[in-house]
């Protein structure tokens, strides 16, 4: 039974989000796995002023809200993720202003491993996933699929997805991802990348992979 005080910690984090700029006003919605229930942000509702009465709690296999608050329109993906991610109890959706720009461009970069932090963090290979109505089931769709074996994705013309298992893990995520984005805009264009080597460097003596 999902209680007072894990409903205060997830209203926590929602603010932590606000606070880092990484949503504005209605933008950004936010869920978390207790058991076999989740906390969703509720439509309509501001992640930097969440309150008591706009936290949803679902049902992850039916999708269905049990506490009278309507999830945000994008709980279809959330909830997606975590019944497709058992590794996964954070979910993320974003619209932090670098990397909402970089979803806009007409030529998106093709590699965002421009630091260490990237690959190490927010994934060595960012998915882009075309314009799709917010709300709707093809998105939820895509950003599932997406999201099965990625960590991050782009939305065109929307917002970010991260994932996590924990609040810092998804927090982590969307920070670094909008800090590559950043760098990416504020180049103009001319920056360099870390090459395929580097990257499986920082696998093996950074994050401690075994080399097969």
Avoid at 26 to 48: C, H, K
Avoid at 115 to 133: F, K, N, S
Wanted: with cysteine; hydrophobic share 40%.
């Amino acid at each position: 039974m999902i209680t007072n005080d894990q409903i205060e910690q997830f209203i926590a984090q929602a603010h932590r989000v606000g606070d880092a700029g990484l949503t504005v006003c209605s933008s950004g919605n936010l869920s978390w796995r207790i058991g076999n229930e989740a906390l969703v942000s509720g439509t309509g509702s501001w992640i930097p002023t969440l309150k008591k009465e706009k936290v949803a709690i679902c049902d992850i296999e039916t999708g269905a809200p049990t506490n009278g608050c309507k999830p945000s329109m994008e709980s279809c993906f959330h909830l997606g993720v975590l019944r497709n991610r058992p590794d996964v109890n954070v979910v993320l959706h974003f619209q932090s202003p670098y990397a909402t720009a970089v979803s806009c461009m007409k030529k998106k970069p093709a590699n965002f491993n421009v630091t260490a932090e990237v690959p190490c963090h927010v994934g060595a290979d960012i998915p882009i996933i075309p314009y799709l109505r917010p709300g709707s089931p093809e998105l939820a769709k895509a950003v599932v699929e997406a999201l099965t074996d990625h960590n991050s994705v782009l939305l065109t013309n929307h917002g970010q997805v991260v994932c996590g298992k924990d609040f810092d893990q998804a927090f982590e995520r969307a920070m670094f991802f909008e800090m590559a984005c950043r760098i990416i805009i504020h180049s103009g264009g001319d920056y360099t990348v870390l090459t395929p080597e580097e990257i499986k460097d920082l696998e093996i003596y950074v994050l401690g992979k075994q080399t097969k």
